[in-house]
């Protein structure tokens, strides 16, 4: 396995995780007119900030994760993998896990979690650029 599928695939594990802290915040939390059988989340302007920080890290991700995995796996198909898109695909797992953190946690604040955000969207471009200068 090289090291682009190797992080993508933990990025994907990652993104189909991120989901549990969001869930556990919503059902350690008794909201206003909640019933037992959580047939409704509650409005997410009456979330706790960490829960509702949670789902947004959450949907973060998969809007950026979506677009990186067809680049990785377009490269990995044309056979484009060099130090570059190697060193992209580590930096965009640890992007995303920072991110993650930082949201969830609040520990992160304007303009730091965009510039986080927005570093992902780069690494995903230079990733591009290195698989178009680089196909067969």
Same mark, same amino acid.
Request: charged residues 10%; positive net charge.
């Given at each position: 396995? *090289?090291? #682009? @599928?190797?992080?993508?695939?933990?990025? !994907?594990?990652? !993104?189909?995780?991120? =989901? @549990?802290?969001?869930?556990? %915040?919503? *059902?350690? $939390?008794?909201? #206003?007119?909640?019933? #037992?059988?959580?047939?409704? /989340?509650?409005? &997410?302007? *009456?979330?706790? /900030? =960490?829960? &509702?920080?949670? &789902?947004?890290?959450?949907?973060?991700?998969? #809007?950026?994760?979506?677009?990186?995995?067809?680049?990785?796996?377009? +490269? &990995?198909?044309? %056979?484009?993998? *060099?130090?570059?898109?190697? =060193?992209? !695909?580590?930096?965009?797992?640890?992007?995303?896990?920072?991110?993650?953190? %930082?949201?969830?946690? +609040?520990?992160?604040?304007?303009?730091?979690?965009?510039?986080?955000?927005?570093?992902?969207?780069? @690494? $995903?471009?230079?990733?591009?650029?290195?698989?178009?200068?680089? !196909?067969?």
């Amino acid at each position: 396995m *090289n090291t #682009e @599928i190797l992080y993508l695939l933990l990025t !994907a594990v990652l !993104a189909s995780s991120l =989901w @549990i802290p969001y869930i556990v %915040g919503i *059902n350690m $939390t008794k909201y #206003e007119g909640q019933d #037992e059988s959580f047939t409704r /989340p509650p409005d &997410h302007r *009456n979330m706790l /900030p =960490w829960i &509702h920080r949670a &789902h947004r890290a959450h949907l973060n991700l998969l #809007e950026q994760f979506t677009p990186y995995a067809v680049v990785v796996l377009s +490269g &990995h198909m044309l %056979g484009v993998s *060099n130090v570059t898109t190697q =060193w992209c !695909a580590l930096l965009f797992f640890i992007t995303r896990i920072l991110h993650a953190i %930082g949201m969830i946690s +609040g520990l992160t604040k304007f303009p730091l979690r965009p510039v986080i955000f927005t570093s992902g969207w780069m @690494i $995903t471009l230079v990733h591009v650029w290195q698989v178009f200068a680089n !196909a067969p």
